[in-house]
């Protein structure tokens, strides 16, 4: 192996810090004339959806994405045609003037792999089907069997180094979590450490045959999963002696807000922690809307460097000596439960409406709650907020009765009236406050300024901390302030708020879902409540839910696991999904994935309850979770019969009028 200098253990477990935002040091790759990863930017790029033989159509769509700010273009080849047609698209893109690196997408094909690899810059590579098989069989493999398979693969793997040397080609080793191996999940099962063995192995191979020009990739449609991939093989790599560049995204992550939020949950939790090296945010949508989100997330992170430059937060070198929780695993965190927030409850969502117009009833809409004049009620939407800031200002009408109404003290102190109203004040008064609620009162402590005796003088039968920072690094302010309560066993409920100022609709989706959703994914946290003078009500509201969505930790909606399109989609993914979702939006907890083609069907889908696959011209084939059902059904009748299916296992629900 070259020598590099590389710690053998980081600091923050799996990355260099928990406590302040550091970026984890990886090996400078070269790509073309655009380096990857050491004191690089981190680089955007995305994937074209055109048919590959489609040179003209290939070339153009590049054109447009490389000015929407890709830095690197994969392009799909799925056979040999389409690998060496690659040298067409690349002639054509060089004589107009454009130098962007190429990437080939390869998914079985070790023949197709090989060609791509003599013409452009970089090929990405699946070790789950490279030279493995992928038969969803459940296969016992002894130690010598399985030893057995791993050099088949180097000997068949071998040819594809060899060239990648030769020619300069840099290569990137992408794990997909619904892709493994037969063989790797039968000693580890459909795990992030399955995921993680399965690209280690290509990559010992990789150096046993010296060559290092890699880039790593962790990805998965369940954000949760992917976190604890990419954790794991930070941690895997650091004790072997590499660091090599992290390629991060979510897979499969949807279109519109949907797509948005679950990608910034899953790559803004790994860049908080200073992962990652390139990034790929997956939409259900042209390639080229998907580098401008992609963009944003990263450019929040080299303003951030420079505002910490000039700062003491900069300065601060706290370190977590021992963690209090496992990173690598969902749980939890265990809390007393106070009028049904926290234990076992699912997170509420809370929402500031002290700037509405509180004599019209008819605002509360926006936040779940449609009011009937006739009827004088009000009709619950999934979406549906549990709590409400009002501050000093008094509703001329009634509320929904579900629904908590929180005052400032002193304004809650003179209410006459007091039925499911609770009163907000800072830690700071909680002593000199002589009449409390009874049932509930929320607790404002900052993260930076807290003093663990006083946390644990509140009644824990009636209070839920609002958890609040200022700071820059905020996440990991309020990460520290929840390992805290956990060293001192302090078992209080905690509502996460971050405040926003002077922000768009766009950043306010990526910076809250990053925010909230990197502690929802660590198990923190027991609501949500985030504030933005300058956007909607209604997109906070669908934010809030969205984070939680992408979290798994409140499912309010179906979700839809649905690929990008790409040069092996089989239809039309946009017009598609659009389709399914307006006759199945309503199913609450259902998750269906629609994919484009086989590379993308049961395997890319790991958790999907139904999946619809593209599998030839004008052909479906329908599953239930990873079972195929129905084969080659006609896209006529395809929905059709999906929803029968739907039907059979008794989970449809008929839409109600207005839906």
Same mark, same amino acid.
């Given at each position: 192996?070259?020598?590099?200098?590389?710690?053998?253990?980081?600091?923050?477990?799996?990355?260099?810090?928990?406590?302040?935002?550091?970026?984890?040091?990886?090996?400078?790759?070269?790509?073309?004339?655009?380096?990857?990863?050491?004191?690089?930017?981190?680089?955007?790029?995305?994937?074209?959806?055109?048919?590959?033989?489609?040179?003209?159509?290939? /070339?153009?769509?590049?054109?447009?994405?490389?000015?929407?700010?890709?830095?690197?273009?994969?392009?799909?080849?799925?056979?040999?045609?389409?690998?060496?047609?690659?040298?067409?698209?690349?002639?054509?893109?060089?004589?107009?003037?454009?130098?962007?690196?190429?990437?080939?997408?390869?998914?079985?094909?070790?023949?197709?792999?090989?060609?791509?690899?003599?013409?452009?810059?970089?090929?990405?590579?699946?070790?789950?089907?490279?030279?493995?098989?992928?038969?969803?069989?459940?296969?016992?493999?002894?130690?010598?069997?399985?030893?057995?398979?791993?050099?088949?693969?180097?000997?068949?793997?071998?040819?594809?180094?060899?060239?990648?040397?030769?020619?300069?080609?840099?290569?990137?080793?992408?794990?997909?979590?619904?892709?493994?191996?037969?063989?790797?999940?039968?000693?580890?099962?459909?795990?992030?450490?399955?995921?993680?063995?399965?690209?280690?192995?290509?990559?010992?191979?990789?150096?046993?045959?010296?060559?290092?020009?890699?880039?790593?990739?962790?990805?998965?449609?369940?954000?949760?999963?992917?976190?604890?991939?990419?954790?794991?093989? !930070?941690?895997?790599?650091?004790?072997?002696?590499?660091?090599?560049?992290?390629?991060?995204?979510?897979?499969?992550?949807?279109?519109?807000?949907?797509?948005?939020?679950?990608?910034? /949950?899953?790559?803004?939790?790994?860049?908080?922690?200073?992962?990652?090296?390139?990034?790929?945010?997956?939409?259900?949508?042209?390639?080229?809307?998907?580098?401008? /989100?992609?963009?944003?997330?990263?450019?929040?992170?080299?303003?951030?460097?420079?505002?910490?430059?000039?700062?003491?937060?900069?300065?601060?070198?706290?370190? !977590?000596?021992?963690?209090?929780?496992?990173?690598?695993?969902?749980?939890?965190?265990?809390?007393?439960?106070?009028?049904?927030?926290?234990?076992?409850?699912?997170? !509420?969502?809370?929402?500031?409406?002290?700037?509405?117009?509180?004599?019209?009833?008819?605002?509360?809409?926006?936040?779940?709650?449609?009011?009937?004049?006739?009827?004088?009620?009000?009709?619950?939407?999934?979406?549906?907020?549990?709590?409400?800031?009002?501050?000093?200002?008094?509703?001329?009408?009634?509320?929904?009765?579900?629904?908590?109404?929180?005052?400032?003290?002193?304004?809650?102190?003179?209410?006459?009236?007091?039925?499911?109203?609770?009163?907000?004040?800072?830690?700071?008064?909680?002593?000199?406050?002589?009449?409390?609620?009874?049932?509930?009162?929320?607790?404002?402590?900052?993260?930076?300024?807290?003093? /663990?005796?006083?946390?644990?003088?509140?009644?824990?039968?009636?209070?839920?901390?609002?958890?609040?920072?200022?700071?820059?690094?905020?996440?990991?302010?309020?990460?520290?302030?929840?390992?805290?309560?956990?060293?001192?066993?302090?078992?209080?409920?905690?509502?996460?708020?971050?405040?926003?100022?002077?922000?768009?609709?766009?950043?306010?989706?990526?910076?809250?879902?990053?925010?909230?959703?990197?502690?929802?994914?660590?198990?923190?946290?027991?609501?949500?409540?985030?504030?933005?003078?300058?956007?909607?009500?209604?997109?906070?509201?669908?934010?809030?839910?969205?984070?939680?969505?992408?979290?798994?930790?409140?499912?309010?909606?179906?979700?839809?696991?649905?690929?990008?399109?790409?040069?092996?989609?089989?239809?039309?993914?946009?017009?598609?999904?659009?389709?399914?979702?307006?006759?199945?939006?309503?199913?609450?907890?259902?998750?269906?994935?629609?994919?484009?083609?086989?590379?993308?069907?049961?395997?890319?889908?790991?958790?999907?309850?139904?999946?619809?696959?593209?599998?030839?011209?004008?052909?479906?084939?329908?599953?239930?979770?990873?079972?195929?059902?129905?084969?080659?059904?006609?896209?006529?009748?395809?929905?059709?019969?999906?929803?029968?299916?739907?039907?059979?296992?008794?989970?449809?629900?008929?839409?109600?009028?207005?839906?």
């Amino acid at each position: 192996m070259e020598e590099v200098s590389i710690q053998k253990e980081l600091k923050g477990g799996y990355c260099n810090s928990l406590t302040q935002h550091s970026r984890f040091l990886t090996r400078e790759v070269q790509i073309g004339d655009i380096p990857m990863g050491g004191l690089n930017p981190i680089r955007i790029q995305s994937m074209t959806t055109t048919d590959t033989m489609d040179t003209l159509g290939t /070339v153009e769509q590049t054109i447009r994405m490389v000015h929407s700010g890709c830095e690197y273009v994969r392009i799909t080849a799925p056979s040999m045609k389409e690998a060496e047609n690659l040298a067409n698209i690349k002639k054509e893109l060089r004589m107009r003037g454009y130098t962007v690196p190429l990437v080939a997408d390869i998914h079985f094909t070790p023949n197709a792999a090989e060609a791509a690899a003599r013409i452009v810059e970089k090929v990405r590579v699946n070790p789950g089907n490279y030279a493995d098989k992928k038969r969803f069989e459940n296969i016992e493999y002894t130690q010598q069997a399985y030893q057995a398979e791993l050099e088949r693969i180097y000997k068949k793997f071998t040819p594809l180094v060899k060239i990648c040397k030769e020619y300069g080609t840099a290569m990137r080793i992408g794990t997909n979590h619904g892709s493994l191996s037969d063989r790797i999940m039968s000693h580890y099962g459909d795990t992030p450490r399955g995921m993680v063995e399965s690209a280690m192995e290509f990559i010992r191979m990789c150096e046993d045959l010296n060559y290092f020009n890699l880039v790593i990739s962790m990805k998965a449609s369940n954000t949760q999963v992917m976190v604890q991939a990419y954790r794991l093989l !930070v941690e895997t790599m650091v004790k072997e002696g590499m660091n090599y560049p992290l390629h991060l995204g979510v897979t499969e992550a949807g279109d519109g807000e949907d797509g948005r939020i679950k990608s910034a /949950v899953g790559i803004g939790t790994l860049l908080e922690d200073g992962l990652g090296d390139t990034i790929r945010v997956s939409l259900t949508e042209d390639p080229e809307f998907e580098a401008p /989100v992609a963009k944003a997330l990263a450019l929040r992170y080299e303003k951030r460097a420079l505002l910490l430059s000039g700062s003491e937060e900069g300065n601060q070198r706290i370190e !977590v000596k021992t963690l209090p929780y496992n990173p690598f695993e969902y749980n939890r965190r265990h809390t007393t439960p106070v009028q049904h927030i926290g234990g076992h409850f699912h997170p !509420v969502v809370m929402l500031d409406v002290s700037a509405q117009n509180l004599k019209d009833p008819f605002f509360l809409q926006v936040a779940g709650y449609k009011y009937s004049a006739g009827l004088d009620k009000y009709n619950m939407a999934d979406q549906a907020c549990d709590l409400v800031y009002l501050g000093d200002a008094l509703p001329s009408f009634s509320f929904p009765g579900n629904l908590k109404q929180v005052y400032n003290y002193q304004t809650w102190l003179g209410l006459k009236d007091k039925t499911n109203c609770h009163p907000i004040f800072p830690i700071k008064d909680y002593t000199t406050n002589n009449l409390k609620d009874s049932t509930l009162n929320l607790v404002c402590v900052d993260a930076s300024d807290f003093n /663990v005796v006083q946390l644990k003088a509140l009644d824990p039968v009636s209070s839920i901390l609002v958890l609040e920072t200022s700071a820059i690094n905020g996440m990991a302010e309020q990460r520290l302030f929840f390992m805290a309560l956990l060293n001192a066993g302090i078992t209080l409920p905690v509502i996460i708020k971050r405040v926003y100022k002077e922000i768009t609709a766009d950043d306010l989706m990526l910076y809250a879902a990053t925010d909230l959703g990197a502690l929802l994914t660590d198990g923190f946290g027991d609501g949500v409540w985030i504030e933005a003078r300058t956007v909607d009500l209604s997109l906070l509201n669908a934010t809030s839910f969205g984070i939680l969505q992408a979290t798994r930790t409140r499912i309010s909606k179906t979700e839809y696991i649905s690929c990008p399109s790409c040069g092996r989609t089989l239809f039309d993914l946009q017009e598609t999904t659009q389709l399914i979702r307006s006759r199945t939006d309503h199913l609450k907890g259902i998750k269906i994935g629609i994919m484009g083609c086989i590379v993308n069907g049961p395997g890319e889908m790991a958790d999907a309850d139904y999946g619809y696959v593209g599998t030839g011209p004008d052909k479906i084939t329908l599953y239930r979770g990873k079972e195929v059902v129905k084969k080659n059904v006609h896209a006529n009748y395809a929905l059709d019969d999906l929803i029968e299916l739907i039907k059979e296992d008794g989970n449809w629900i008929e839409k109600e009028l207005g839906d």
